[in-house]
């Protein structure tokens, strides 16, 4: 589904991104870790559009949408979060979600009615009436998944989304991203909660220096050395799942 | 349809007084006020559009203004043309300039984004007030009065409901603008305009769009006004002051809501009349005086009531259903 | 006195009479966009109202040569500790509260002061033009082909002075030092225990102070009146996005590079269309340079 060839993002002298390629395929749970600017979150902006890169090519669908503007590429289905969410938040929570749906949906009503669903299924349904700036930081981040939910994305990406996140949270929050994935959506997880990420990816790139480090099943990358040495420290033990 | 009446009530009952005051009330001073009043709160709405729905703050609205009184001007004293073609002059030339503003607001953030729109409007300034080849140059253009209404020379009854017709339409477009589609990107637009992006919406677009309608909008109260008072001066039309003013009633009327604009220009147009008349005959400076209390006003309510009046009745309204319920 | 008025006499002249009435207006314009500068660089604040304390400046000046005969020279020593206090008055009262508002709690905050300062001005003083004709503003100096009068020669060397000795204040003193820090990192400077409240009390005061004298210093060479402070603000700001957010040796330059604009754009065009340059250029800045000359600085807090 989403094909990255050889991506390069400078700023001035850094290099922030350094010939990043990577392959996900439709229903995949791709997980991104690795120190802080590593590079995570540029990838995610060039991928999205937010940065035109310097060299490679971004594939999605078997499109080239390379250094197309962020809103197109979000309508064509490939959506993101924010690392530090950006709720609009004056609005309510359901007006949020709803001006997600209607992305796709010609009608205030149909998107309103869709993001009713959408908040139900995000555990959100206590809150629809809240302004988005009321709510505690667990809720918000909730409320990004719903609304990129709300535009019904191919793909999504999802920036640290359980950061912050206190132990009752964070399993909620792991449950969703996990029936999310059930659900059929394809997923790029950034994390830095290895808990939540041993858990829930089938596959891991480790970026380093705005390189790929490594790639591999969460066992392999766990036993990795230079996963290691870079980045978890020490012997990752495996629990059971 | 009955809770959108219940909804509204407050607006009816207000648009519903300045319906049956000409009827009711012959006096011409009055009407005048009350031209005054729907005029003043229908530009409000206009900058609203910008303003307060897109969030893009601009003090130079006095530009569009000044671009419809002079089409108006023009083409009646220049070329002996109906103010309705030049209204429709105006339209077109604002929507260009407002394009070009609409071009500056995705370059540049807030304040400095203010500042820009404040040198549009002072260029504009410049050039009509130095151009006497065309516009007369600093003496301004009397507004030839033909009576009739393709020529919009009107009596005072038929101004009024002129100027109730335009703020009713003015109302009306904020409305949708708060319940369509596009009123709602155009809010995440406001709000987050990274957020919105990711989420399909054409952030740029949608902001050159809002301050190109407000451009449009702003310009034919422009024309409307240049033929009511029958005088454009550059120094006037295209003042900074002016600028201020169209956001001032917005803000303290209560910015982003439909009937803010107008709650404001009751507010402010009625005091600054009233001021006038029991300070004239008292040396001009004192005129200031009003201008002063704007000035603290407008600095009081954006730190402490940013919603404004309409935010003021909308928490007196909860709290009486609180009570009742 | 129009200081791009040509003389007839040999082009070279007129070289050199151009150059050196840019080299005196850039440095007026330098002591108003120091302040602000300073202001806007580490308060991070728009503050449409500056051009106002100009005004006041230019009013204090009146009011002491109409009502006390006392010479503009005078009353800029008692107006640098005078608008030093207005200056935190002002923040106390005003700036203080919107410094982490929204950008528009600040445009509407700072507009709402500006409207009240001017107002309070035209109630004060009503809305006719004065003016401050002391004996030196009429005095020329003729050097080597070129006339200046002698207010604008010795606005200038006082501009400059202060310019300079503001310089310093920012380079060598401790306290400088500790606003110069919060200008490049505010969170950085809290953390590092810096009273950044304090910070933003004596810049912000120190800003009022240079611009409240340099309305002193100016009062002779331009028109009194309430409004006369807007095409200063429009200018300081195109001075300060020239020369980069915080930057005093950048508002130097930037300061010379609009004074030569408005020069050579009134010796050609005349000066009725004078000021209309500094507002395309104000536009032009922003569209093709928000970063300023030289860099980075502030690029961050202009662009969309």
Same mark, same amino acid.
């Given at each position: 589904m989403l094909a990255l060839e050889r991506l390069t993002k400078r700023f001035g002298g850094l290099t922030a991104v350094r010939e990043v390629s990577l392959e996900v395929r439709a229903g995949d749970l791709l997980g991104i870790i690795g120190p802080n600017?590593?590079?995570?979150?540029?990838?995610?902006?060039?991928?999205?559009?937010?940065?035109?890169?310097?060299?490679?090519?971004?594939?999605? !669908?078997?499109?080239?949408?390379?250094?197309? $503007?962020?809103?197109?590429? @979000?309508?064509?289905? =490939?959506? &993101?979060?924010?690392?530090?969410?950006?709720?609009?938040?004056?609005?309510?929570?359901?007006?949020?979600?709803?001006?997600?749906g209607l992305t796709r949906l010609p009608s205030t009503r149909a998107a309103r009615a869709d993001a009713e669903r959408v908040i139900e299924v995000c555990g959100l349904g206590l809150h629809a009436a809240a302004r988005a700036r009321a709510l505690p930081l667990a809720l918000r981040k909730r409320l990004e998944v719903a609304r990129a939910l709300a535009t019904r994305p191919r793909l999504l990406l999802? !920036?640290?989304?359980?950061?912050?996140?206190? $132990?009752?949270?964070?399993? @909620?929050?792991?449950? =969703?991203? &996990?029936?999310?994935?059930?659900?059929?959506?394809?997923?790029?997880?950034?994390?830095?909660?290895?808990?939540?990420?041993?858990?829930?990816?089938?596959?891991?790139?480790?970026?380093?220096?705005?390189?790929?480090?490594?790639?591999?099943?969460?066992?392999?990358?766990?036993?990795?050395?230079?996963?290691?040495?870079?980045?978890l420290g020490e012997e990752f033990v495996l629990a059971e799942a | 349809m009955r809770r959108a009446l219940a909804r509204h009530r407050g607006a009816l009952l207000l648009f519903g007084a300045a319906a049956l005051t000409p009827i009711v009330v012959r006096d011409a001073y009055f009407l005048d006020s009350l031209v005054l009043i729907l005029l003043w709160g229908s530009l409000s709405a206009a900058w609203n559009v910008a303003g307060g729905y897109a969030g893009q703050v601009s003090i130079g609205h006095a530009a569009f203004f000044g671009i419809g009184a002079y089409s108006a001007a023009l083409a009646g004293a220049r070329w002996q043309q109906s103010p309705w073609l030049g209204m429709l002059a105006g339209i077109a030339l604002s929507l260009v300039a407002g394009a070009a503003i609409g071009y500056l607001s995705n370059r540049l953030r807030g304040p400095y984004f203010a500042l820009s729109t404040i040198a549009f409007s002072q260029v504009l300034l410049i050039v009509a007030s130095r151009w006497r080849g065309f516009t007369s140059g600093s003496e301004g253009i009397p507004v030839p009065f033909r009576p009739g209404f393709a020529t919009l020379g009107l009596g005072h009854v038929a101004w009024a409901y002129l100027a109730l017709a335009v703020a009713l339409l003015y109302w009306g477009i904020q409305l949708w603008l708060e319940r369509s589609r596009f009123g709602y990107r155009l809010a995440g637009v406001r709000e987050d305009e990274d957020a919105a992006q990711a989420l399909g919406i054409p952030a740029r677009r949608l902001k050159v769009i809002a301050v190109t309608v407000s451009a449009a909008l702003t310009s034919v109260c422009g024309t409307l006004w240049a033929q009511y008072v029958g005088f454009v001066d550059p120094f006037y039309v295209f003042s900074v002051d002016l600028s201020i003013r169209f956001a001032l009633n917005a803000i303290i009327g209560g910015v982003g809501t439909a009937l803010g604009p107008f709650l404001g220009s009751i507010l402010i147009t009625s005091l600054e009349t009233y001021l006038r008349a029991t300070l004239s005959g008292v040396q001009s400076g004192f005129t200031g005086i009003y201008l002063i209390v704007y000035g603290t006003m407008l600095i009081l309510v954006v730190r402490f009531f940013p919603a404004g009046l309409a935010g003021l009745a909308a928490r007196l309204r909860a709290r009486r259903a609180g009570a009742h319920g | 006195m129009d200081p791009a008025r040509p003389l007839g006499r040999p082009q070279i002249d007129v070289v050199a009479q151009l150059g050196v009435s840019t080299v005196l207006l850039g440095g007026i314009y330098a002591l108003i966009a120091v302040g602000l500068t300073l202001i806007f660089g580490i308060m991070r604040v728009v503050n449409f109202a500056h051009g106002e304390f100009l005004m006041l400046g230019m009013y204090l000046a009146f009011w002491a040569y109409t009502l006390l005969a006392l010479d503009p020279w005078f009353v800029l020593f008692v107006s640098i500790p005078l608008f030093f206090g207005l200056g935190l008055l002002t923040y106390v009262l005003i700036m203080r509260g919107i410094i982490h508002a929204s950008h528009n709690v600040q445009i509407f905050t700072t507009v709402g002061l500006s409207i009240a300062l001017q107002n309070l001005a035209l109630v004060l003083w009503s809305g006719d033009f004065h003016t401050v004709r002391p004996w030196h503003a009429g005095a020329p100096i003729r050097v080597a082909g070129t006339a200046f009068n002698l207010s604008q020669v010795v606005a200038f060397f006082i501009a400059i002075a202060l310019t300079v000795a503001l310089f310093a204040f920012m380079r060598w003193t401790h306290t400088g030092r500790v606003m110069r820090a919060t200008a490049q990192d505010r969170d950085a400077a809290i953390l590092m225990g810096i009273d950044t409240d304090r910070v933003y009390r004596i810049t912000f005061a120190l800003g009022i102070a240079a611009v409240g004298a340099a309305g002193v210093l100016v009062s002779p060479l331009y028109a009194i009146y309430p409004q006369a402070g807007l095409q200063f603000v429009l200018l300081s700001y195109v001075v300060v996005v020239l020369g980069g957010l915080g930057d005093m040796v950048g508002a130097l330059i930037g300061s010379l590079i609009v004074a030569a604009v408005e020069v050579a754009g009134s010796y050609w065009f005349g000066t009725a269309w004078k000021e209309i340059f500094y507002f395309l250029l104000f536009i032009a800045v922003l569209v093709f340079r928000p970063a300023g000359l030289f860099g980075q600085r502030g690029a961050e807090t202009l662009g969309a």
């Amino acid at each position: 589904m989403l094909a990255l060839e050889r991506l390069t993002k400078r700023f001035g002298g850094l290099t922030a991104v350094r010939e990043v390629s990577l392959e996900v395929r439709a229903g995949d749970l791709l997980g991104i870790i690795g120190p802080n600017g590593a590079g995570k979150t540029t990838l995610f902006n060039v991928i999205a559009g937010y940065y035109r890169p310097d060299e490679g090519r971004v594939v999605f !669908d078997g499109r080239d949408v390379t250094g197309r $503007p962020a809103h197109e590429i @979000a309508r064509l289905g =490939l959506t &993101r979060t924010f690392q530090i969410v950006k709720p609009f938040g004056n609005l309510s929570v359901l007006d949020n979600v709803m001006i997600g749906g209607l992305t796709r949906l010609p009608s205030t009503r149909a998107a309103r009615a869709d993001a009713e669903r959408v908040i139900e299924v995000c555990g959100l349904g206590l809150h629809a009436a809240a302004r988005a700036r009321a709510l505690p930081l667990a809720l918000r981040k909730r409320l990004e998944v719903a609304r990129a939910l709300a535009t019904r994305p191919r793909l999504l990406l999802l !920036d640290e989304v359980m950061s912050g996140l206190n $132990p009752t949270e964070l399993v @909620a929050m792991i449950d =969703l991203v &996990r029936r999310l994935h059930a659900d059929g959506l394809t997923l790029i997880v950034i994390e830095h909660i290895m808990a939540a990420m041993m858990r829930l990816a089938q596959r891991i790139v480790m970026l380093h220096h705005g390189e790929k480090l490594a790639e591999g099943t969460p066992r392999e990358i766990a036993a990795d050395r230079r996963v290691i040495d870079a980045y978890l420290g020490e012997e990752f033990v495996l629990a059971e799942a | 349809m009955r809770r959108a009446l219940a909804r509204h009530r407050g607006a009816l009952l207000l648009f519903g007084a300045a319906a049956l005051t000409p009827i009711v009330v012959r006096d011409a001073y009055f009407l005048d006020s009350l031209v005054l009043i729907l005029l003043w709160g229908s530009l409000s709405a206009a900058w609203n559009v910008a303003g307060g729905y897109a969030g893009q703050v601009s003090i130079g609205h006095a530009a569009f203004f000044g671009i419809g009184a002079y089409s108006a001007a023009l083409a009646g004293a220049r070329w002996q043309q109906s103010p309705w073609l030049g209204m429709l002059a105006g339209i077109a030339l604002s929507l260009v300039a407002g394009a070009a503003i609409g071009y500056l607001s995705n370059r540049l953030r807030g304040p400095y984004f203010a500042l820009s729109t404040i040198a549009f409007s002072q260029v504009l300034l410049i050039v009509a007030s130095r151009w006497r080849g065309f516009t007369s140059g600093s003496e301004g253009i009397p507004v030839p009065f033909r009576p009739g209404f393709a020529t919009l020379g009107l009596g005072h009854v038929a101004w009024a409901y002129l100027a109730l017709a335009v703020a009713l339409l003015y109302w009306g477009i904020q409305l949708w603008l708060e319940r369509s589609r596009f009123g709602y990107r155009l809010a995440g637009v406001r709000e987050d305009e990274d957020a919105a992006q990711a989420l399909g919406i054409p952030a740029r677009r949608l902001k050159v769009i809002a301050v190109t309608v407000s451009a449009a909008l702003t310009s034919v109260c422009g024309t409307l006004w240049a033929q009511y008072v029958g005088f454009v001066d550059p120094f006037y039309v295209f003042s900074v002051d002016l600028s201020i003013r169209f956001a001032l009633n917005a803000i303290i009327g209560g910015v982003g809501t439909a009937l803010g604009p107008f709650l404001g220009s009751i507010l402010i147009t009625s005091l600054e009349t009233y001021l006038r008349a029991t300070l004239s005959g008292v040396q001009s400076g004192f005129t200031g005086i009003y201008l002063i209390v704007y000035g603290t006003m407008l600095i009081l309510v954006v730190r402490f009531f940013p919603a404004g009046l309409a935010g003021l009745a909308a928490r007196l309204r909860a709290r009486r259903a609180g009570a009742h319920g | 006195m129009d200081p791009a008025r040509p003389l007839g006499r040999p082009q070279i002249d007129v070289v050199a009479q151009l150059g050196v009435s840019t080299v005196l207006l850039g440095g007026i314009y330098a002591l108003i966009a120091v302040g602000l500068t300073l202001i806007f660089g580490i308060m991070r604040v728009v503050n449409f109202a500056h051009g106002e304390f100009l005004m006041l400046g230019m009013y204090l000046a009146f009011w002491a040569y109409t009502l006390l005969a006392l010479d503009p020279w005078f009353v800029l020593f008692v107006s640098i500790p005078l608008f030093f206090g207005l200056g935190l008055l002002t923040y106390v009262l005003i700036m203080r509260g919107i410094i982490h508002a929204s950008h528009n709690v600040q445009i509407f905050t700072t507009v709402g002061l500006s409207i009240a300062l001017q107002n309070l001005a035209l109630v004060l003083w009503s809305g006719d033009f004065h003016t401050v004709r002391p004996w030196h503003a009429g005095a020329p100096i003729r050097v080597a082909g070129t006339a200046f009068n002698l207010s604008q020669v010795v606005a200038f060397f006082i501009a400059i002075a202060l310019t300079v000795a503001l310089f310093a204040f920012m380079r060598w003193t401790h306290t400088g030092r500790v606003m110069r820090a919060t200008a490049q990192d505010r969170d950085a400077a809290i953390l590092m225990g810096i009273d950044t409240d304090r910070v933003y009390r004596i810049t912000f005061a120190l800003g009022i102070a240079a611009v409240g004298a340099a309305g002193v210093l100016v009062s002779p060479l331009y028109a009194i009146y309430p409004q006369a402070g807007l095409q200063f603000v429009l200018l300081s700001y195109v001075v300060v996005v020239l020369g980069g957010l915080g930057d005093m040796v950048g508002a130097l330059i930037g300061s010379l590079i609009v004074a030569a604009v408005e020069v050579a754009g009134s010796y050609w065009f005349g000066t009725a269309w004078k000021e209309i340059f500094y507002f395309l250029l104000f536009i032009a800045v922003l569209v093709f340079r928000p970063a300023g000359l030289f860099g980075q600085r502030g690029a961050e807090t202009l662009g969309a």
